[in-house]
């Protein structure tokens, strides 16, 4: 029987290889957002992919999320994000240390992948958390950096990104107090972005209340007029609750460090948007770019969630989807590469000299034609390609096809190369 | 001059959709022109014209900026996409109905919890309604004659949506429950709504049916 045995040799459904060029700029966008993240004082940490199921508490995360046993059949998941494994250890590892904590990450996260959906099983997401603080400043500084490490990558706002902030206890603090009732219906259809049965459950409202619960959520404007904070002030009037006026004060608040980082101008407010995670208390922001549908990062305050790992710490954070960031980015250069063609002695002394020179020197001991030189390079990137010529020259070609050599020294190749 | 992307389905609400996107402005005239072609452009509004079914992914992933669709639509595939108005149109019912020589032996079987075949182009609906009820069925997707399958032996029962009841009397179905009523909505992408408001805000005040929201 010569049956060939089936045999499952690609990756999973959801998962793949990165290759170059998309792993460089994946891997140089990384480095970079973490410089930036350096700048504003955050540590990076790094917490293990699996964690116990019990650690995670977001029903949607943990139906999404990849279980496995331990020699214990305790179920074990590998992390679908990192807000929750971080919180998990600001209130064990760092107990001794005085918060607040203002950690870092840079981690690939895992979730169950809808077939026909374009979503990834497995993707990267890098990060920050502030811990052990609940003051409006540490929400405006976490957005500001935002800004700052979307701007560093190149994104102009507004033109190419906005960061939409609201704030959840704002709505939910007005409903308590005025329709404490439907609350609970009207959280869960503003929840699932359902703004027609929002309108339909507020008929059943006194008439100025009604119109409250109807219109507070369809308030969105830029963040720097204060239109939409004066219209939900008005809506909300004298029905509103300590709450919901609490709410507007401290989105007030993060607005005024907002514009003192210089970076106003690239937020929208919406009132509408109450966070995607039941975690979030108060400020909650996504990032949106123009031309992709989806969020590229989003965050918020999440006062609660370290209570269930016994400390009662007040936290903010977001994260960056870092495949989706590199997907909008402007189109960059490739770093300058230098193909060496020749297996002689010469050749490698040649290609240690310029790399001593601060040249970039792929030295290939083959000894290629032309052509295939020029195909190799280009395969991998390189614009150049030369060859050891006598004592002291070198011949240098472009890599582009049918292109034309000079003669240069190896003192003159940085010139060229590093153009 | 919009600057958005309308996704428009073909079929049952096309006439509908027009009418409401035409009282709000937007130059939908160009879309009866030409039949066969599949994206529009005038005055600085694009539409594309799609299955029903895959206005809400067009819109999800931001393909397009706004859309129109069915409410049986949204409800069947849950899509990420802020629903912003209900345009009171195409007003139809999400049904469970069986042959009417069988029906009361279908509802009996349901009543003891035997399991029942069920055919719907429409599968999360029906399971999720069985569900509901605290039952299973066995359910049948399929993509278009739905109401051929109890007639040759395929299912028990279908779940299938009717605006008029016709097809349903012509094949002999009885209405067995009603599940849900449906109109047309207009539904928009997450970041377009955002980044695009003001454009889109002008758009539903256009569409905004006169004194309905009164009360």
Same mark, same amino acid.
């Given at each position: 029987?010569d ?7 690609t ?7 990165i290759?170059?060029p ?11 957002v ?6 504003f ?15 995670l ?34 209130a064990?590892?760092?107990?001794g ?5 203002r ?8 979730r169950?992948a809808?077939?026909?959906?374009g979503?990834?099983a497995?993707f ?9 603080s609940?003051?409006?400043a ?11 490490v ?7 706002a ?7 902030? $609201?704030?959840?206890?704002f ?36 008439k100025?209340i009604?119109?409250a ?11 720097a ?11 909300a ?14 989105l007030?608040?993060i607005l005024?460090?907002?514009?003192a980082? $210089?970076?106003?101008g ?7 948007l109450?966070?995607r995670?039941?975690?979030?208390t ?18 918020g ?10 400390k009662?710490?007040p ?7 870092l495949?989706r960031?590199i997907?909008v ?18 050749a ?17 001991a ?13 395969s ?6 030369c ?6 020259g ?5 890599s582009?096809?049918?292109?034309e050599?000079?003669l240069?020294?190896?003192e003159g ?6 153009r | 001059?919009s600057?958005l ?10 006439e509908?959709?027009?009418?409401a996107?035409? $009282? ?6 160009v ?7 599949l994206?529009?452009?005038?005055n600085?509004t694009?539409?594309?014209?799609s299955?029903?079914?895959d206005?809400?992914?067009?819109v ?5 900026d706004?859309g ?23 007003a ?11 029906a009361a032996e279908?509802?009996e ?23 509901n ?6 359910v ?5 004659s739905?109401?051929?399958?109890p ?17 349903l009397r012509?094949n002999?179905?009885v ?8 109109t047309?909505r207009?539904i928009?992408?997450?970041?377009a ?23």
């Open positions: 029987m049956r060939l045995p089936t045999r499952k040799f990756t999973t459904p959801g998962t793949r290889d290759l170059p998309e792993s460089t700029r994946l891997l140089d966008a990384q480095d970079r973490r410089e930036r993240f350096r700048m004082g955050f540590r990076e940490v790094v917490t293990p992919a699996l964690e116990y199921a019990e650690v508490e977001e029903p949607k995360l943990r139906d999404t999320s990849f279980k496995l046993f331990d020699p214990d059949n305790q179920t074990l998941l590998l992390r679908p994000e990192m807000t929750t494994p971080i919180a998990r250890l600001a064990q590892s760092l107990a240390s005085p918060p607040p904590y950690l870092s990450y840079s981690l690939p996260v895992y169950r809808s077939v026909g959906r979503q990834s497995e990267h997401q890098a990060g920050v958390e502030v811990v052990g609940g003051s409006p540490e929400d405006a500084g976490t957005i500001a950096l935002l800004v700052d979307l701007q560093t990558l190149g994104l102009r507004p033109e190419d990104f906005a960061v939409v902030l $609201g704030q959840s206890a709505y939910g603090g007005f409903l308590r107090h005025a329709a404490p009732e439907a609350a609970p219906r009207l959280l869960a259809a503003l929840a699932a972005k359902d703004l027609v049965r929002v309108d339909e459950l507020s008929r059943g409202l006194p100025r009604g119109a619960v109807r219109e507070m959520p369809r308030l969105v404007g830029p963040a007029d204060g239109s939409v904070l004066d219209e939900a002030a008005r809506y009037g004298d029905l509103a609750g300590g709450e919901a006026v609490a709410a507007l004060e401290n007030r608040e005024a460090h907002l514009d980082h $210089g970076c106003l690239a937020a929208i407010l919406d009132l509408g109450i966070g995670r039941d975690y979030y108060g400020a909650v922001y996504e990032v949106y770019a123009s031309g992709l549908g989806f969020t590229v990062a989003n965050g305050r999440y006062d609660n969630l370290l209570r269930r790992f016994g009662d710490l936290a903010t954070g977001f994260a960056i989807s495949e960031l997907s980015l402007p189109h960059e250069e490739a770093a300058p590469l230098l193909v060496l063609v020749g297996a002689s002695v010469e490698t002394r040649t290609a240690n000299e310029l790399r001593s020179s601060g040249v970039p020197v792929l030295q290939l083959e000894d290629l034609t032309p052509e295939d030189a020029s195909r190799y390079a280009r991998v990137d390189a614009a150049w390609i060859y050891p010529a006598g004592p002291d070198l011949k240098l070609v472009p582009e096809a049918g292109s050599f000079v240069v020294s190896p190749v940085a010139g060229e190369v590093l | 001059m600057g992307r309308v996704a428009v389905p073909k079929g049952a609400i096309f509908d959709a027009l009418r996107l035409g $009282g709000a402005g937007l130059p939908v005239g879309l009866r022109e030409n039949g066969r072609r994206v529009y452009e005038a600085g694009e539409f594309i014209v299955r029903p079914s206005v809400p992914v067009f999800e992933y931001g393909a397009a706004v129109v669709v069915g409410k049986d639509v949204l409800e069947e595939q849950e899509p990420n996409v802020v629903e912003l108005r209900d345009l009171g149109t195409g139809c019912r999400m049904i469970l109905a069986a042959p009417a020589a069988e279908v509802e079987a349901i009543e003891r919890a035997e399991i029942v075949r069920v055919a719907t182009k429409f599968p999360r609906t029906a399971r999720r309604y069985f569900e009820r605290g039952r299973q069925a066995e049948i997707a399929l993509h278009g739905i109401e051929l399958a007639l040759v032996g395929l299912a028990e029962c279908i779940v299938d949506l009717t605006a008029t009841g016709t097809t012509e002999d179905l209405v067995l429950d009603e599940i849900s009523s449906s047309a207009v928009a992408n997450r970041g709504y955002r980044l695009k408001n003001p454009e889109i805000s002008v758009l539903l005040k256009a569409m905004q049916p006169e004194g309905i929201l009164g009360g």
